[in-house]
């Protein structure tokens, strides 16, 4: 590349000194980057005395075409940064239907509103993607503690747990006292969490695992608080899923005295080095909304 911007510019300013000014080469590194380029192709490209020099044929065919090959080229990197600088173009999201039902979706427009020229293809599923094979940008993880998989990732929420059931239920099995309690109870399982099948409770310095079984293992959270609704069983779930219903009464806690596990919001994609100016602006905005007081 180098060698050809030189045979350009030697032909475009007429001297080879001139060219050596321009670049602020050596004269002698400018006449050895056509040199080579001469050698490289087998052919002499310019005639040159001590006096003047001219093209040859050859080299008045191949000024032709290397004039060309490099405006294309310095037209193709300014479409890439503009890319990087600007926020355009599809922005693919992978994120869990609950989580984005109840505390993403709605500023979804806001977000579209603010960066018109670009468009999203918000994905809503509980499994975990694979970024690079399915042309994801960006995806939203909930885990107690994500896995070592080579993609960065930014913390957004913590997401608080509790542990709750329609008073229903408890009325007719009994509030739990203490966390090994939970073995007589109908646990209703959230089948894609780290935590599905044991319940982890911390209280002062002490730690309990509980293994929780039930009659209902389902992979959405809504069905999940639905079955709460219904009193069917208690569960381990979001805060967040649930606040109106604890609000209201619809639902109560249990084991308020115990804090379960943290589980953190993630977001997450393939690399650190030149981030998009869309995925950078996105990644901002699920702070903006997203993170809690006391991420880090």
Request: glycine share 4%; charged share 25%; with cysteine.
């Amino acid at each position: 590349m180098t060698a050809l911007t030189v045979f350009r510019t030697v032909v475009d300013l007429g001297s080879f000194a001139a060219a050596s000014r321009h670049l602020g080469l050596s004269p002698a590194a400018v006449s050895k980057n056509v040199s080579e380029l001469e050698a490289h192709l087998s052919a002499r490209l310019i005639s040159r005395t001590t006096r003047r020099m001219s093209l040859t044929e050859a080299g008045a065919q191949y000024f032709e075409c290397v004039t060309r090959i490099l405006d294309d080229l310095h037209e193709a990197d300014s479409a890439l940064q503009a890319i990087q600088n600007t926020p355009t173009g599809l922005l693919r999201v992978s994120a869990p239907m609950t989580m984005t039902l109840v505390g993403l979706s709605d500023a979804i427009p806001e977000f579209l509103n603010r960066y018109p020229d670009m468009s999203l293809d918000l994905r809503l599923e509980d499994r975990r993607v694979n970024l690079v094979e399915e042309g994801v940008d960006i995806a939203l993880r909930g885990s107690d503690n994500l896995e070592d998989s080579g993609l960065i990732a930014r913390k957004l929420m913590r997401m608080d747990h509790v542990l709750c059931a329609a008073s229903s239920y408890f009325e007719m099995h009994g509030l739990p006292t203490r966390p090994e309690d939970l073995v007589q109870h109908n646990c209703i399982q959230f089948s894609l969490s780290d935590h599905a099948t044991e319940w982890t409770f911390h209280k002062a310095g002490r730690i309990r695992k509980v293994p929780v079984r039930g009659r209902y293992k389902v992979s959405s959270s809504l069905a999940v608080r639905d079955a709460l609704r219904a009193g069917f069983g208690l569960s381990l779930i979001p805060r967040m899923y649930v606040a109106e219903d604890l609000a209201s009464g619809r639902l109560c806690t249990a084991l308020t005295d115990w804090s379960p596990n943290e589980t953190s919001l993630y977001a997450v994609y393939p690399s650190r080095q030149y981030v998009l100016s869309k995925v950078r602006v996105f990644l901002d905005f699920l702070v903006e909304k997203l993170r809690s007081p006391t991420s880090t």
